[in-house]
């Protein structure tokens, strides 16, 4: 059933004149010249083969693929899309199997695509999303409608709230955020560096690249378009801000915790140095006292401190593999889930009157002019709520714990219309052959507007008797108090390289009541300023993203189906955004915005992207395939190890915070270590 409807969004795909399904001889260099030729080949070729034999060039198709899994420069990619097509098959008779209605629906819109032209202008595409992407259908034409059910849904009843909030931000809030560090685009490093750190940087960009992130740093990037540099201005600007207002000391500077990750493994060692170096270079941040915490440093908390302590206090002498868990090298999970741990750390062994973590991303800053004018409130009055730590019911009636809290993000370009912006917007525009399949950006609108956007006294909610919760969070903007890490230890496997924020919430979906939530603190909104100053880094690392965004999806649904047997319970609570990762059909989906994705880079104009996507996509799917693969997967292995390590981590401080409180020699000692340790870090 599915051939018609691929041979039917091939139509979109086509180009002109036939494809030549020949094999590339001759030297390398040769073959490096056909490139996009024989990758637009085997790309198509996979589309037609699951197109069907009905398709006038499947004969063809199927041989070429056939032929280049021997090809020594193109086996690895014929090879994925041979075996796709496999799995494709096998997914799809298991879904019509145990769904009589997607089968419905498949089969509806097999027969359909057959008599009606549903790719023809000005026609919705919600046939095909009622297939691949359910979530997305009707959203368009009934947004309005879609914004008032999820408010509803999101909807608590506060039965008690915090009677002791947060009082003094400056004081009480460790805030964090994540440097994430690559090499120069071009392989050579700025000469307004030292010449021994110019010479590392060379030899370490000749290194494979081990991880992809959104929009890392270069290192000797001009200091104009360095995130650090301009976070931490903005944040030292906004605590200026609060002290003339009152709301902190002029004497009490914030602690601004830092880890930094890196994209090649000889980075990790020069990270420090090259951040020391060029926050020096700035002339520091009189009101932040910055700390940078690399995987050299982490390594030495495990071996000094959290192993020596876990071998004392809990006869765990084999506790440094479990304990690795705690890092910030490696996918974004990892050093998410480090920066909020490590308050729990720094309360007990470094500073006990941190009460709450806070992250903010680098591109980003507290818009605090707008923020007293149109949300009542300066950021640091914002987070001087008792509804952050309250209890209530949610909207079926099960108790929640508010005990996190999420904001909002604006574009820079789109402050000046209000701060109440959306950063997301429904689309306006024409969309691409792979968007048929999948399009994560309507529910993302839809659950911005709902979520994120909602503000008190409208509609019923009057963030005191009511509030909001969240599912729909971003990377920066949120915070969780230290009780409540301690309580219900939440984390994000380090597995995951896209989303890792909301994914950090699925890990105490299935715990006991009251289920940890996130407030929404209306007007908590952060101005976005990555556009005004990283679009190079930004479109350097877009193929990259992109082919994250894929693996997210296949991620997401392993995942959620090795929290809870009932696959579909936990996606109604994730819907619509977050939800929408979460499929029946993840080989599917993935395969087929993957074949339509790269056919349009080749059908616009811009082959070397669609070389370099379908190239560095083939390697980087079939991992993340082979890893969600098997009753005793890769993936399962690697998450019943994390949460290991997690409750092994709090285990270990609740250990040493006793041994402190009764005032023992050994613990003492460790507190004394620790502090050694995170004063290393210290850098402004």
């Known amino acids: 059933m599915l051939a018609p409807i691929v041979h039917h969004l091939l139509r979109l795909v086509s180009e002109r004149g036939r494809l030549r399904f020949t094999r590339i001889s001759g030297s390398e260099s040769e073959k490096r010249s056909h490139d996009p030729q ?8 996979f589309l037609i083969c699951l197109a069907g034999n009905r398709h006038p060039d499947y004969a063809r198709a199927d041989n070429f693929l056939s032929q280049m899994k021997h090809s020594p420069r193109w086996s690895t990619t014929a090879a994925f899309y041979h075996s796709g097509i496999k799995r494709i098959q096998q997914e799809i008779d298991i879904a019509c199997q145990q769904d009589d209605d997607f089968a419905l629906r498949l089969k509806t819109l ?3 695509v057959g008599r009606c032209e549903y790719l023809s202008p000005g026609v919705l595409p919600d046939r095909f999303w009622s297939v691949f992407f359910p979530e997305g259908s009707g959203i368009l034409q009934e947004s ?8 509803a849904k999101r909807r608590v009843s506060i039965t008690e709230l915090n009677a002791d909030p947060i009082a003094d931000p400056a004081r009480e809030i460790l805030f964090t955020s994540n440097i994430l560090l690559t090499v120069p685009p071009d392989g050579r490093s700025s000469e307004h560096l030292p010449h021994e750190l110019r010479s590392k940087i060379d030899r370490i960009a000749s290194e494979p690249q081990l991880y992809w992130y959104d929009h890392p740093i270069p290192i000797g990037v001009v200091p104009q378009n360095n995130e650090v540099l301009y976070g931490l201005r903005g944040l030292n600007k906004a605590l200026e801000f609060e002290r003339r207002r009152g709301n902190a000391s002029n004497r009490q500077n914030m602690t601004c ?15 420090q140095e090259y951040i020391a170096e060029e926050l020096a270079r700035a002339g520091g ?10 995987e050299v440093a982490t390594r030495q908390i495990i071996d000094e401190l959290l192993a020596p302590a876990a071998d004392r206090y809990l006869g765990r002498p084999d506790s440094e593999k479990l304990l690795a868990v705690f890092g910030v090298d490696g996918e974004y999970g990892r050093h998410y889930s480090f920066l909020k741990a490590m308050a729990v750390f720094w309360h007990i062994l470094i500073d006990p009157q941190i009460r709450a973590t806070f992250k903010i991303d680098l591109d980003q800053v507290f818009p605090q002019q707008d923020l007293t004018e149109q949300a009542q409130g300066s950021a640091f009055e914002l987070f001087q709520t008792p509804l952050w730590g309250a209890c209530g019911t949610d909207a079926e009636g099960k108790p929640v714990d508010l005990s996190m809290i999420a904001g909002a993000l604006v574009n820079e370009r789109d402050i000046h219309r209000s701060l109440f912006t959306p950063d997301v917007r429904y689309p306006d525009r024409p969309l691409s052959p792979d968007e048929y399949i999948f399009f994560s ?15 008190y006294g409208i509609d019923d909610l009057d963030g005191h008797a009511n509030c909001l919760q969240r599912i729909h969070v971003t990377g920066g903007t949120n915070g969780i108090l230290i009780e409540a ?4 230890r939440p984390f994000t496997p380090s597995f995951i390289g896209r989303a890792e924020d909301q994914a950090y919430i699925m890990s105490t979906i299935t715990d006991s009541t009251p289920q940890l939530a996130y407030l929404h603190r209306a007007g908590l909104i952060m101005r976005h300023d990555k556009e005004a100053f990283a679009a190079d880094a930004i479109q350097a690392s877009f193929v990259g993203r992109l082919i994250g965004d894929y693996i997210r999806l296949l991620y997401y649904t392993a995942y959620a189906a090795e929290l809870s047997d009932d696959l579909s319970g936990i996606k109604a609570r994730l819907d619509p955004f977050t939800g929408c990762f979460i499929t029946r059909i993840p080989i599917t989906v993935t395969y087929l915005r993957f074949g339509l994705k790269a056919a349009t880079f080749f059908l616009e104009g811009h082959p070397l992207d669609g070389v370099q996507f379908i190239r560095s996509g083939a390697r980087r799917i ?21 949460r290991a390590g997690w409750d092994l981590y709090y285990d270990t401080l609740a250990c040493v915070q006793r041994a402190l409180d009764s005032d023992a020699s050994f613990g003492l000692a460790l507190k004394r270590r620790a502090q050694d340790i995170i004063r290393a870090c210290k850098v402004s």
């Open 38 to 45: 024989t990758a637009r080949a085997l790309n198509m070729a």
């Open 110 to 112: 097999s027969d359909d």
């Open 144 to 151: 309005a409608s879609r914004v008032a059910a999820l408010r």
């Open 257 to 271: 915790l830092l880890s930094v990750s890196v994209t090649h493994d000889g980075l990790h060692d020069i990270g």
């Open 285 to 294: 941040f009189s009101n932040l006292n910055v700390f940078l915490v690399t």
């Open 441 to 455: 950006q309507l529910p993302q609108a839809l659950s911005t507007e709902a979520e994120m956007m909602a503000r």
């Open 485 to 488: 890490l301690r309580r219900h």
């Open 622 to 642: 079939a991992r993340a395939i082979d890893f969600i693969s098997g009753a005793d997967s890769e993936l399962k292995k690697r998450l019943a190890g994390e």
